[in-house]
């Protein structure tokens, strides 16, 4: 009596898988691969079928095919003990993912992911008096590097800027800045408001920083000058007449 066979396409249609399944599995041990009859075709009997099925299933489940092969030979007690395993790993995984998960929310809310509630209010304020998206961001980027070379000292700067947001003439020369951002760095009108910018900060005087002996200092502020200047050229030659404003 001939025993029935299938071809690899009738066993993948059987059991619900594609061809390149069952070669992915010969190539991983998971499944044997038959001798090739006359016609150089795969021909597979009931066991491959059986055989098939328990790989699909416990792909299916979850099992990574590098544990299939010992689940395949295992006896009850090892089966039992290595599905525990991997069940325990499996609920790491989860785990792992809802952090993952977790993290993707915060995206969401942006400016968060990066900076301090504190400083994001700021941010946040800014906009409320209608500095612009463009300024806003600029800001934010400076806040994101203060944070990573020099944690220690934003709560001292995110008070100041506070205090400083309070000041309706400060809010009228950050709004001035803002229209300033694209400016002409010749424009008549930066002298006028860097003066201004000089009469304010001469009257309110912040506290010093060490910019001399704190490299993580310097190292913000030479990125931030290098950032504002790319950003704006109008802001550059600000950055350069305030200083002249206030030197005695």
């Known amino acids: 009596m001939t025993t029935q066979t299938l071809t690899i396409g009738q ?32 021909r597979y009997d009931a066991k491959a079928v059986v055989d098939l099925v328990r790989v699909k299933t416990l792909a299916d ?22 599905v525990a395993t991997i069940d325990r790993s499996m609920e790491q995984r989860i785990r792992d993912l809802e952090e993952h998960r977790g993290r993707l929310a915060e995206v969401v809310h942006g400016e968060r992911l990066f900076l301090a509630d504190e400083i994001v209010d700021l941010l946040d304020e800014m906009r409320s008096i209608g500095v612009g998206e463009r300024m ?27 205090k400083a947001l309070d000041d309706l003439d400060f809010r009228r020369l950050y709004l001035a800045c803002d229209e300033a951002l694209d400016w002409d760095p010749d424009d008549p009108r930066l002298p006028g408001l860097a003066a201004r910018m000089a009469d304010w900060s ?10 001399e002996h704190d490299e993580g200092v ?31």
Request: charged letters at 20%; hydrophobic letters at 45%; glycine letters at 4%.
């Open 136 to 162: 806003v961001q600029i800001e934010r980027d400076a806040w994101i590097l203060a944070s990573a070379l020099s944690p220690e000292l934003v709560p001292v700067w995110a008070e100041q800027k506070k």
């Open 218 to 248: 310097v190292a913000v502020v030479q990125l931030m000058s290098a950032d504002i200047a790319a950003a704006s050229p109008a802001w550059e030659r600000l950055g350069r007449l305030v200083p002249k404003r206030l030197d005695p």
């Open 202 to 211: 001469a009257k309110n005087p912040q506290s010093e920083v060490d910019t």
């Open 11 to 42: 066993l993948a249609a059987y059991v619900g898988v594609t061809t390149r399944a069952i070669r992915h599995y010969h190539a991983q041990g998971l499944l044997p691969e038959p001798v090739r009859d006359a016609s150089s075709y795969r």
């Open 61 to 82: 489940a979850g099992v990574p095919l590098s544990r299939i092969g010992q689940l395949l030979s295992a006896t009850p007690e090892e089966f039992s003990s290595a």
